[in-house]
């Protein structure tokens, strides 16, 4: 089986959220960068269309994700964890809020990683 692309890692990551709430993502655009604008250290940015009725503009960087895990695992969980802060914000999420967002789906994935090991071991 072939390794996902960065953009098939953003894709599972989409696809992850809850039905209840792609359905309300409405005119936003998700986009990869390679690497976040100069001077900045980000994994990815919100940033609102608003006030000229642009959509709204989700950047995942893949430059910053690829340096900071060692293998496919750690980084298809930093994608979801980014992508899932990202739309946190879209929906209205503070940083605070987003930030917490992030440690319930991490520690979620723990659970599930954990109980596929113990189940796997049977």
Do not use: K, W
Request: aromatic fraction near 6%.
């Amino acid at each position: 089986m072939p390794l996902p692309t960065f953009a098939g890692l953003v894709e599972e990551a989409l696809d992850q959220i809850p039905a209840e709430f792609r359905r309300r993502m409405t005119n936003v655009a998700i986009v990869i960068e390679p690497e976040p604008p100069r001077g900045l250290d980000l994994l990815g940015l919100h940033e609102t269309g608003l006030p000229h009725g642009l959509p709204d503009r989700i950047t995942i960087y893949e430059g910053p994700h690829r340096r900071s895990t060692r293998s496919l695992t750690a980084l298809r969980q930093l994608v979801a964890e980014t992508v899932f802060h990202e739309v946190g914000h879209y929906f209205g999420l503070n940083e605070r809020e987003a930030q917490r967002l992030e440690r319930r789906i991490a520690a979620n994935r723990s659970e599930f990683v954990r109980r596929r090991r113990r189940a796997q071991r049977q």
